[in-house]
């Protein structure tokens, strides 16, 4: 449930939408704001904030026939090209770039990829098409400052297989 949009919100507000721990510091709720940045940080910044937030993939399909085995990717990869998501930054892990969101059939799993290290934390649930996917039960990894990410494995591909269908990926 997003934060009000008007009047005042409290540190237990913060904490009750986005989690965290005890001693409150504004600093780890830095990256929910709606509105402003750096350092100086006020609680109308926090107005309207959610700790859910809904992107939309456009699948695409990108095939490596010249993989030792070959593989196909379903819904969105930036450096491979194909798909879309509506604004290309993850406000749940601090409005890092979405780098890949799609399933791989090599082996079959959900991948998320963002760049910059970010922790494992910021959503509790993926959620793709209605099928939802606990951070706590995927693969965690980070690339050096480069990327991190989460892989489920599961052999069901929840973007399907219809290149310009629109899914809705849904971070709780």
Do not use: C, H
């Amino acid at each position: 449930m997003a934060l009000p949009t008007s009047g005042a919100i409290s540190f237990a507000n913060l904490q009750t939408e986005f989690g965290g721990s005890n001693p409150i510091t504004m600093g780890e709720y830095a990256a929910f704001r709606v509105s402003g940045s750096g350092n100086t940080i006020s609680m109308n910044q926090f107005y309207g904030a959610s700790s859910s937030e809904t992107q939309t993939v456009t699948v695409g399909t990108f095939y490596d026939g010249t993989a030792y085995v070959p593989t196909t990717s379903y819904g969105y990869g930036q450096s491979s090209g194909y798909g879309s998501v509506s604004d290309g930054t993850l406000g749940v892990v601090g409005n890092a770039n979405i780098l890949v969101l799609s399933w791989n059939s090599l082996q079959p799993s959900v991948l998320l990829t963002v760049s910059g290290a970010v922790a494992n934390s910021g959503f509790t649930t993926m959620t793709i098409a209605g099928t939802a996917y606990s951070r706590a039960s995927a693969s965690f990894f980070a690339n050096g400052t480069t990327s991190t990410g989460w892989t489920w494995t599961t052999t069901t591909n929840p973007f399907g297989t219809t290149v310009g269908a629109t899914k809705a990926v849904v971070f709780t």
